[in-house]
């Protein structure tokens, strides 16, 4: 399978059919509130694109600019970015299969290992979508759920069969 491109095209937009695993989709980043996308080359849009393209340095610096001393956890503030799809940082790196970008949201910044998209879809999935044994591994060993039902009622392991991880 082809890693996701960022951003995809228009057709990204539409549903697989029900027996077929979702396919990673980053989209344009939208706020985390949800309704009003980001402004091209917001703070949130940065740390979303440097997550896909595996550059923690980049992911680094974006959650320190994040961190305004507002008494929130830093994690939680860096896990709530997220695209208009509800995709987040820890769902693009690991369905991009960057190991470090993953190790720095999850024993670091301590983001939810079991956050989901607007289709029910967690980091594990994309990891498993994107066929990457040794990501899928990583995220079971930090305790990802693989019992979580996505919004099609179907867990990980159904798409792990399908893909053969």
Known sequence: MAPPRFPPSSSAARLPPRSTPPEPRPSPPAAAAGAAALAPGSLEEVLLQAAFDGNLRLVRKMARVLDE?????LGDKVGAVKDSNGVRALHLAAGRGSLPVCGY????????????????????????????????RYLLDHGADTE????DGLTVLHFASGEGV
């Open 69 to 73: 001393g507002d008494g929130r956890r």
């Open 105 to 136: 949201l999850l024993e670091e910044l301590r983001v939810d290992i079991d956050a989901v998209e607007d289709r029910g879809e967690t980091a594990l999935t994309f990891a498993i979508n994107s066929g990457n044994a040794d990501m899928v």
């Open 148 to 151: 979580k039902l996505n919004n």
